[in-house]
């Protein structure tokens, strides 16, 4: 029964989840939906801006709409489904600038809350609190539509995304100063001081909220809250160093175990096919070999707390606090939960249903730390005259000298640091689930020890790697160019099919419009513009989405339209065919932008690097002499970074 109910509620879930389900036409090649964790591609791939055979778009080829493209046949669709995983790599990616259409919608909003109670509540090993953070960013988008001053802004829209997400950690962990950390650390791009203040009012607000619903029925804001009452001693120091190492290593081998697993077993033919197929297998194998392990059988939040709470006077001769003849039984059964739970974490984790990986990982670490600290009280408790504990108290009891719950809880923030690579928020999660403050020091020294081993083992955080398999566009606002290079290494040649020429006329035909349109389409830029010139000098520019509005506004009258692209409405003049004096004029003035951020093209990469990562862009114009040389896509600045870097 216990098989039977994990794998329904699982593929209950999942059925809610595959109704996110979001195709990218295969007209469209686009680098952000690469075969990865989180998104499945059908057929071949082909690059971003290069026809099938990897070279660049010419100026021949036509619009799939108005013609063909001899030269690009149809590309695979890609397909993604927003309600699954965590999310977290989603949102990050969306404050830096670059929009993942239906993300943060009602719709996904809704299945993503409604398909978490039943993955969560399925028993699989995962947790909630990942996608906590994208249920209330999709909250906070939400509610910006609600306001012109945040609507119409992308700046103002992404403090609001900033703010909620961190209140979502704030909920999850009961840390309101935590979640506000998490936010600056680890989701936001730009992060203003006067973000800070109302982001911390927003994480304040959202543990208010908690307190008075009291969803545990306990009063507290948390699950797992624990309180420590003893002090720890300095020998133990050095076992502290040892967790975290242990924790940042273990971190590390689960980033690239998921890794290898996401590129082995998930592209077999019918795993990328079926993905409930998926699912279905991981929750018969997690009930199987969960349901003969006591630890493994509980869900993974009560496990945690049971591995970080402290022993009561009443000592238990079968949970975790055992006689002193009952410890080593006790490490056999954690050995053996810590095996499963590794291998089942490793399985689950890019699944397709709403999951995260906080309190997975630090159930690991847990497990881990709790073997270390029932093996280190068993030595203090059969040897007590050993030098090293001559610090320890005279007291008569299990944990006079040496408390496991304070290893588990140490190895599980380190385990959890080693996955994330946060630093300064765990110290501060850790130490409000505690409200210990003897051990805030214990717990900044194993995660900056965790840290320190993931970054020598794997670079890169479980965000870099979704981030990366995914091909999002993503810039760490974190890290510095070193490259001597300078932004004409990057600029491709002016393509006719690129710009809007007003040399001749400001009157452009919609038709010509649409084509244009139709090509950043096929090579995968429509969140880029197309710039206008007059006489070779940047005259403004029109970003592609809001072309494509105005185009789509113009429905039956676009084939006889002609389109006012300039705000010198003196020399609004068409310059067409006699057959065309009849065409309807349309004012486009209100879609361009007249003043698009430009660079020269021999300004240093470290400059370009700034305008990208500090101002948000999505594209960058570049001139020459005064004169238009090219654009710069921020896809394509991120590619020239990796190449670099490697």
């Known amino acids: 029964m216990f098989v039977f109910w994990v794998v329904t509620l699982a593929l209950i879930s999942c059925a809610l989840t595959l109704l996110t389900k979001t195709v990218v036409p295969s007209s469209i090649s686009l680098a952000t939906l690469d075969e990865n964790l989180g998104a499945d591609s059908r057929g071949t791939k082909s690059g971003n801006g290069v026809g099938a055979t990897g070279s660049p778009l010419s100026e021949t080829e036509t619009s799939p709409v108005h013609g063909t493209l001899p030269n690009l046949p149809s590309r695979p669709a890609m397909i993604y489904y927003s309600a699954a995983g965590s999310g977290v790599a989603e949102v990050k990616v969306i404050n830096s600038g670059f929009v993942l259409h239906g993300y943060m919608g009602l719709k996904t909003l809704v299945i993503k809350t409604i398909g978490l109670i039943f993955s969560v509540s399925s028993g699989l090993s995962l947790g909630k609190e990942g996608p906590y953070v994208h249920i209330a960013t999709c909250v906070g988008n939400i509610c910006c539509r609600l306001f012109a001053k945040y609507n119409q802004n992308d700046g103002k829209r992404r403090e609001v995304l900033s703010a909620s997400a961190a209140s979502g950690v704030a909920v999850a962990f009961g840390a309101p100063i935590g979640g506000v950390l998490f936010s600056l650390e680890e989701v936001s791009y730009y992060f203003p001081p006067k973000t800070l203040f109302r982001t911390f009012f927003c994480c304040i607000a959202a543990t208010l909220s908690l307190k008075f619903l009291n969803p545990y029925g306990t009063g507290k804001i948390v699950l797992f809250e624990v309180r420590y009452l003893s002090d720890w001693q300095i020998f133990e120091i050095f076992i502290f160093i040892l967790l975290g190492i242990m924790g940042g290593a273990a971190g590390a081998l689960f980033i690239k175990a998921s890794s ?23 929750a018969l194998v997690t009930g ?35 006689r002193t003849d009952g410890i080593l039984e006790i490490v056999q059964y954690l050995l053996m939960a810590f095996v499963i739970k590794s291998f089942l974490t490793i399985i689950t984790f890019g699944i397709k249903v709403p999951a995260g990986i906080y309190v997975p990982s630090m159930v690991v670490g847990g497990l881990m730390g709790r073997i270390v600290g029932h093996l280190i009280q068993y030595w203090a408790l059969r040897h007590p005259t050993f030098f090293l504990f001559d610090s320890c108290p005279a007291v008569a009891g299990i944990e006079s000298c040496v408390t496991p719950g304070v290893y588990a809880l140490i190895a599980a923030g380190a385990t959890m640091c080693g996955v994330t690579r946060l630093s300064v928020t765990l110290p501060v999660i850790l130490f409000e689930l505690t409200g210990s403050l003897n051990h805030v020091l214990p717990f900044s020294l194993s995660v900056l020890c965790a840290k320190w081993t993931a970054d020598a083992i794997e670079p890169r955080s479980i965000y870099d790697l979704l981030t990366d398999m995914n091909s999002y566009p993503f810039l760490d606002s974190k890290l510095q160019p070193t490259t001597d290079a300078e932004l004409g290494d990057i600029v491709r040649p002016v393509r006719k099919n690129r710009i809007i020429d007003i040399s001749a006329s400001p009157l452009v035909p919609a038709t010509d419009l649409r084509l244009k349109l139709e090509h ?12 206008i010139l007059r006489d070779g000098v940047l005259a403004g520019l029109i970003p592609a989405p809001d072309l494509e509005y105005a185009l789509d506004t113009l429905r039956d009258d676009e084939e006889n339209a002609v389109c006012l692209m300039t705000l010198d409405t003196s020399r609004a003049v068409y310059d067409g065919d006699n057959e065309d004096e009849d065409a309807i004029q349309v004012d486009f003035n209100q879609f361009i ?4 951020v430009a660079l020269d093209i021999h300004s240093p990469i470290d400059l370009v690097y700034q305008c990208f990562a500090k101002l948000g862009l999505r594209y960058l114009c570049v001139t020459q002499d005064g004169k238009y040389a090219g654009l710069v896509h921020k896809k394509a600045f991120v590619k020239f970074m990796k190449e670099n870097s490697d």
């Open 260 to 282: 290898l697993w996401a590129r082995s077993f998930r592209r077999i033919p019918a795993i990328k096919r079926w993905p409930m197929l998926e699912v279905f297998l991981v």
């Open 288 to 322: 199987i070999i969960s349901f003969w392990n006591r630890y493994t059988k509980l869900p993974v939040t009560e496990l945690l707390f049971e591995l970080a709470s402290p022993c009561e006077s009443d000592v238990e001769s079968t949970g975790l606090c055992p």
């Open 520 to 531: 950043l389409l096929m090579a995968g830029e429509l969140d880029s513009g197309l710039p």
């Open 593 to 596: 932008d007249p003043a698009p």
